[in-house]
């Protein structure tokens, strides 16, 4: 079955830096877009960025462009969201997601979340 398992949250400090991961499993990785999407408290889902199956074209939704960079290691079967410049208000659950037909949520697969903490 497909599971997708994210790690790498924590807390950090204002400015710091965090990297995710994402693990897949039972299912073919690189055929799939992925997406990285993230939940605040009390707020919906969030689309954060999205990749190409073969990391030839990558999106990021204006709150993180230019601080977050989405990557993929198709042999290991891995995703990964480098964070930098993080700020109080990235505070949110991350979660990975295959992409069916659009990058942003719903979502029919996503992993069980990262918790992502953003405070001094």
């Known amino acids: 079955q497909v599971q997708l398992v994210e790690s790498g949250g924590g807390l950090a400090q204002p400015g710091g830096s965090l990297r995710l991961s994402c693990v897949a499993s039972?299912?073919?990785?690189?055929?799939?877009?992925m997406s990285w999407a993230r939940q605040a408290p009390g707020k919906e889902l969030e689309w954060v960025s999205g990749?190409?199956?073969?990391?030839?074209?990558?999106f990021y939704a204006r709150a993180v462009k230019g601080r977050f960079t989405i990557s993929r290691d198709n042999a290991k079967n891995t995703l990964y969201l480098q964070m930098n410049s993080l700020q109080p208000e990235d505070t949110a659950i991350y979660y990975c997601?295959?992409?069916?037909?659009?990058?942003?949520?719903?979502?029919?697969?996503r992993g069980q979340g990262t918790q992502v903490t953003v405070s001094s």
């Open positions: 997601a295959r992409v069916e037909k659009t990058f942003g949520p719903p979502y029919d697969y």
């Open positions: 990749i190409y199956t073969d990391g030839s074209g990558t």
């Open positions: 039972g299912f073919n990785f690189r055929s799939y877009a």
